[in-house]
């Protein structure tokens, strides 16, 4: 959930110039950088982004979720940014949706959406929805396929960060504010219990934590250092991405459990060009991912991993 509070501005002469600065500032990054300018997110139905996701069946298509307050809705974008088609859902009701994954079960394709977001923490159940992928149809509408209704352990807390491990049959989820972060896992699917328990299975290792000069100098920017807004797992499965407000941390697989994945050393690289980042996705082709923040207009960037 947008934390804390930006303006909306939307004049078409500001996003020019926000999106040469931010072409700029990439470009003096390194002579191949890490971050680069894909479109901006200028459509007013995009205007608190809190999740993304590449399409598993239109070519560059990526899929888009809002914030909580907006409507239960899927928007799918271009590469550029420009707005494709929004999808009704029914029989979901968007609480706080924070983030969205893709991925395959038996031939067909869905899209995960994690209705998981509790800045109060006041929240005693969360849903996930898995949804058929739709068509590129504007005004159509989907409902989910199946739902899962969970809790966490040991009472409320914020998760923004949802992906898929389809290998494993389950969903990770990682909190946003406990230090370390936590690593979750739910059962992909309804079990026989109305309410599943979600299952913690480590901490991550490497979040980048505010400094003792950061947190003099800019204590709101230092309070929100290291507090995860998103996560996706790479095509082949093989990769964890997870986004802080300021950096993209990036766990390779080791053969091993999740748990021991997440409690080595990720690489790590700065996004503090990216002001409110919120939504991460790995590209269908898996070479490279693509980031935005939740406001409007909203640099949609494409990210190159080493």
């Given at each position: 959930?947008?934390?804390?509070?930006?303006?909306?501005?939307?004049?078409?002469?500001?996003?020019?110039?926000?999106?040469?600065?931010?072409?700029?500032?990439?470009?003096?990054?390194?002579?191949?950088?890490?971050?680069?300018?894909?479109g901006l997110l200028m459509d007013p139905r995009l205007d608190e982004v809190s999740g993304l996701v590449a399409s598993r069946r239109h070519d560059d298509v990526l899929w888009a979720i809002n914030d909580g307050g907006n409507g239960a809705?899927?928007?799918?974008?271009?590469?550029?940014?420009?707005?494709?088609?929004?999808?009704?859902?029914?029989?979901?009701?968007?609480?706080?949706?924070?983030?969205?994954?893709?991925?395959?079960?038996?031939?067909?394709?869905?899209?995960?959406?994690?209705?998981?977001?509790?800045?109060?923490?006041?929240?005693?159940?969360?849903?996930?929805?898995?949804?058929?992928?739709?068509?590129?149809?504007?005004?159509?509408?989907?409902?989910?396929?199946?739902?899962?209704?969970?809790?966490?352990?040991?009472?409320?807390?914020?998760?923004?960060?949802?992906?898929?491990?389809?290998?494993?049959?389950?969903?990770?989820?990682?909190?946003?504010?406990?230090?370390?972060?936590?690593?979750?896992?739910v059962p992909l699917r309804p079990g026989t219990h109305a309410v599943q328990v979600a299952e913690r299975i480590g901490t991550l290792a490497g979040v980048p934590r505010a400094t003792e000069a950061e947190s003099r100098d800019d204590p709101?920017?230092?309070?929100?250092?290291?507090?995860?807004?998103?996560?996706?797992?790479?095509?082949?499965?093989?990769?964890?991405?997870?986004?802080?407000?300021?950096?993209?941390?990036?766990?390779?697989?080791?053969?091993?459990?999740?748990?021991?994945?997440?409690?080595?050393?990720?690489?790590?690289?700065?996004?503090?060009?990216?002001?409110?980042?919120?939504?991460?996705?790995?590209?269908?082709?898996?070479?490279?991912?693509?980031?935005?923040?939740?406001?409007?207009?909203?640099?949609?960037?494409?990210?190159?991993?080493?």
């Open positions: 959930m947008r934390q804390p509070a930006l303006p909306v501005v939307a004049p078409l002469p500001l996003a020019l110039v926000l999106g040469i600065a931010l072409l700029g500032a990439s470009c003096a990054l390194s002579p191949q950088p890490f971050a680069q300018l894909s809705r899927l928007h799918a974008i271009g590469t550029r940014g420009q707005h494709h088609a929004t999808i009704e859902v029914d029989g979901a009701v968007n609480t706080d949706w924070e983030d969205l994954a893709a991925f395959e079960v038996d031939g067909t394709r869905y899209l995960l959406v994690a209705d998981t977001g509790d800045n109060g923490g006041l929240r005693h159940t969360l849903q996930l929805h898995a949804i058929e992928e739709p068509a590129l149809e504007d005004g159509s509408r989907a409902r989910p396929a199946w739902s899962v209704a969970f809790r966490w352990p040991d009472g409320p807390r914020d998760c923004e960060a949802v992906a898929v491990d389809a290998a494993g049959g389950r969903v990770l989820l990682v909190s946003k504010r406990r230090i370390p972060a936590e690593l979750f896992a709101e920017g230092a309070r929100l250092r290291g507090q995860v807004t998103a996560a996706d797992i790479s095509p082949d499965g093989q990769t964890l991405a997870v986004l802080t407000y300021d950096d993209v941390l990036l766990y390779r697989r080791g053969g091993g459990t999740w748990r021991e994945d997440v409690a080595r050393q990720p690489i790590v690289h700065d996004l503090t060009l990216l002001p409110q980042a919120e939504a991460i996705a790995w590209a269908a082709e898996g070479h490279a991912l693509y980031a935005t923040g939740e406001f409007r207009p909203a640099p949609l960037l494409l990210l190159t991993p080493d």
